[in-house]
């Protein structure tokens, strides 16, 4: 199990940081028209290098040089799972609202459940609970979408598919976050997502370059906000917080995405799609909710064994 120290104001600070700064991405990705999707994702991530990796690379160079092979290979496979949850996300927000992109993107916890059964561990009947009404809340959601448009209902499942992703980047970085700095980590894992982007982007013809000053401005502010203020404070709070408790706190994004798509881009919820969503929503809680007091309970247990067989 690892060991967490208790929650400090710096570590509060960065999370609230963070959920302000990831609720701008979902609008200033459906702003950023001019560029493709896939090249945004590939400019937030190389950008960000640009900016950590100097620091990185003199701040932490006794950590590079004593890097394990073990830690190394979780910051990589992070990469490649933040990748593939940006291939898909990011896309899906030029084919639904922003609204239900980040609803359904915001199932990670679900799927960070998912993942502990796969890896041995035992899901109590509360969480298969929530699982279950946040299963149907997407279904409903995007059997709403279904009267809309067949765009919409693919960006819904791009969305789906960027949650398991991210659970899965999440999952990863937990392990490799018990030993490394906040900068190495991002580092390593940020390089990784963005060659694996450009490689995508270069054999599928996407454009690098060429858009107008507002689409690069967006850009900026997606790595300014999004990918340095809003991913990087998530990682430098999982040494303090457990993922199950960042996935439920990245659930905040949805009302505030929502707001400010709605009152900068106009973008109004699809009315049929909002019982789906909130139902969603209710069902990741009960989740999050229902796992962070099983975890609270199991403490307790080994705390009283501990006082129980102390001389």
């Known amino acids: 199990m690892v060991h967490r120290p208790a929650l400090d104001p710096a570590a509060t600070t960065a999370l609230v940081?963070?959920?302000l700064a990831v609720s701008t991405s979902g609008p200033l990705i459906a702003f950023a028209t001019a560029a493709p999707a896939l090249a945004i994702a590939f400019w937030r991530n190389a950008l960000a290098v640009g900016v950590l990796g100097p620091i990185s690379l003199i701040a932490r160079r006794g950590e590079y040089a004593?890097?394990?092979?073990r830690e190394g290979l979780f910051c990589v496979a992070a990469g490649v799972a933040l990748a593939a949850h940006f291939a898909a996300w990011m896309p899906s927000i030029r084919f639904t609202t922003v609204a239900a992109s980040t609803a359904l993107v915001a199932t990670q916890p679900v799927w960070q459940g998912l993942i502990s059964v796969a890896q041995g561990r035992k899901l109590r009947t509360v969480t298969w609970a929530g699982i279950g009404v946040a299963v149907l809340g997407a279904v409903l959601a995007t059997g709403a979408d279904f009267g809309v448009s067949s765009r919409a209902v693919l960006g819904d499942l791009?969305?789906?598919?960027?949650?398991?992703?991210?659970?899965?980047?999440?999952?990863?970085?937990?392990?490799?976050?018990?030993?490394?700095?906040?900068?190495?980590?991002t580092t390593i894992?940020?390089?990784?997502c963005a060659v694996l982007l450009l490689v995508i982007c270069l054999a599928s013809g996407q454009s690098l370059s060429g858009y107008p000053g507002t689409t690069w401005l967006a850009i900026l502010g997606l790595v300014a906000g999004a990918q340095l203020l809003g991913h990087t404070m998530f990682n430098y709070a999982l040494r303090r917080v457990s993922a199950t408790t960042i996935s439920v706190l990245i659930l905040l994004e949805v009302p505030g995405a929502a707001l400010i798509a709605w009152l900068w881009l106009d973008q109004v919820p699809r009315t049929a799609s909002l019982p789906g969503l909130a139902l969603l929503l209710v069902g990741v809680a009960i989740v999050v909710l229902g796992g962070a007091q099983a975890s609270r309970r199991e403490r307790e247990r080994a705390l009283a064994a501990e006082v129980a067989v102390a001389p």
């Open 17 to 19: 940081v963070a959920v």
């Open 66 to 69: 004593a890097l394990a092979r």
């Open 158 to 185: 791009l969305a789906v598919l960027g949650a398991v992703m991210a659970a899965a980047y999440t999952a990863l970085g937990e392990r490799a976050r018990v030993t490394l700095s906040t900068t190495t980590y």
């Open 189 to 192: 894992c940020y390089s990784v």
